[in-house]
């Protein structure tokens, strides 16, 4: 199965100010059909998983432009521009390029 | 607006089955293949199976294999997963999602399974 790494674990940011998480997989994340099936998930506190960005860079439906996906191949990275309180959650990639679809142990974004 | 709304978490001894349900509306539910995810804080999320749009091909999780069985009434607009032979480690929330090309674009609030004696 590809793992997906995910760095920080961790991320404590200040309000307005941007916040960046990588995420690396252990194969390379490109398709026979040419796209990248990796992806973004957002988990607010007591809340399901959300889609944010899928295929790298593409925002979900109702995602504020804040959220940014940059990457190819391995790796991959989603960036807030300016973090505001309601962005605090755990994040996670996931890819859906290999079977079985794979999801990284998450990041924590929380306010200083 | 898309909705999925899981039911049927609960309490159950090892060695016991339960099977959850997911009730989707807002989109036509046979033209999408479906997928269970669990979460749990050991495990993180993973995905346990998944199904094609009219219920003929189906994937599962090598640790499920042979105890869960996920299914579909497109009649009923509803997915579910018989789970056989619970385990502890199968303690967890289950999430119904909806595929699109390769993603999970929408997700249900999730059905707490918890397997103990």
């Known amino acids: 199965d590809v793992v997906m790494t995910q760095t920080p674990l961790s991320s404590p940011v200040t309000l307005g100010q941007p916040a960046s998480i990588s995420c690396r997989s252990s194969?390379?994340?490109?398709?026979?059909?040419?796209?990248?099936?990796l992806s973004w998930l957002q988990q607010r506190p007591g809340q399901p998983p959300r889609l944010l960005i899928y295929e790298i860079s593409n925002r979900f439906s109702g995602v504020p432009d804040r959220f940014s996906g940059s990457g190819a191949g391995t790796d991959f990275t989603l960036t807030i521009s300016r973090v505001e309180a309601e962005d605090v959650g755990v994040y996670y990639c996931?890819?859906?390029?290999?079977?079985?679809?794979?999801f990284g142990q998450g990041t924590k974004v929380e306010i200083k | 607006d898309v909705q999925l709304v899981e039911s049927g978490g609960a309490l159950v001894q090892p060695g016991g089955s339960l099977r959850v349900s997911c009730a989707v509306s807002g989109f036509t539910f046979s033209d999408y293949w479906m997928t269970w995810v669990r979460q749990s804080p050991g495990r993180g999320l993973e995905r346990v199976a998944t199904i094609n749009g009219d219920g003929s091909q189906k994937y599962y999780v090598d640790s499920v294999k042979g105890r869960f069985t996920i299914s579909r009434d497109n009649a009923k607009n509803s997915l579910y997963l018989q789970m056989n032979s619970l385990r502890a480690e199968d303690s967890a929330v289950y999430y119904c999602?909806?595929?699109?090309?390769?993603?999970?674009?929408?997700w249900g609030q999730g059905t707490l399974v918890t397997v103990s004696s």
């Open positions: 999602a909806r595929n699109v090309r390769r993603d999970l674009d929408y």
């Open positions: 194969q390379s994340l490109v398709h026979s059909d040419g796209n990248t099936y």
């Open positions: 996931t890819q859906g390029t290999h079977s079985p679809r794979t």
